[in-house]
């Protein structure tokens, strides 16, 4: 099956009002351009410097997201063109994005990263963490950028079980 048969598929079999992120990272920009002539136009990188090479050689109507673990001495070179990042894990990061997009003019959609993996190796904010930043309300001053909501990464594991406990913490923190 070609990426546009794959990518039809998968849209019929999403529920309304949700949008795909396709994840095109370590993926060649021909790949990318037969999903984008197949109308998919939002796309998910985790390197900021393939993401910045991608940027500059595709069509500029392409809506980025990034979606790996962010350092923040690479989100300069970002901020001019990303949509959203999926996975703000520290507050200080947080604030480092809203300094570097203020200097773009740009705000900036967050996503807010939650530790709920069984596992060290996942990155994002505790749960008591979250609250206490929220709660605190200084993050309503950072006016370039945007909470839209929280993300997880669950366990690497095959225990569907444990996803599904560890993505319904997620969905209780959020409600």
Request: glycine share 6%; proline share 2%.
């Amino acid at each position: 099956m070609n990426i546009a048969e794959n990518l039809k598929q998968v849209l019929v079999e999403l529920p309304a009002g949700v949008r795909l992120v396709a994840v095109s990272k370590f993926h060649p920009n021909e790949a990318i351009e037969e999903a984008y002539s197949a109308g998919q136009r939002i796309f998910g990188e985790s390197k900021v410097q393939e993401m910045t090479t991608k940027y500059e050689s595709l069509p500029k109507d392409i809506e980025w997201h990034f979606i790996g673990h962010l350092q923040t001495n690479k989100i300069k070179y970002m901020v001019p063109y990303v949509a959203m990042i999926h996975g703000i894990d520290s507050y200080k990061l947080l604030t480092e994005v809203n300094k570097q997009a203020a200097k773009v003019n740009r705000v900036i959609k967050c996503l807010i990263q939650l530790h709920i993996a069984q596992e060290e190796t996942k990155f994002g904010f505790s749960a008591e963490e979250c609250r206490e930043m929220l709660a605190a309300g200084e993050w309503k001053h950072l006016d370039n950028v945007q909470i839209c909501g929280l993300m997880g990464m669950a366990s690497n594991t095959d225990d569907t079980e444990q996803i599904d406990r560890e993505f319904c913490s997620l969905n209780k923190l959020f409600k």
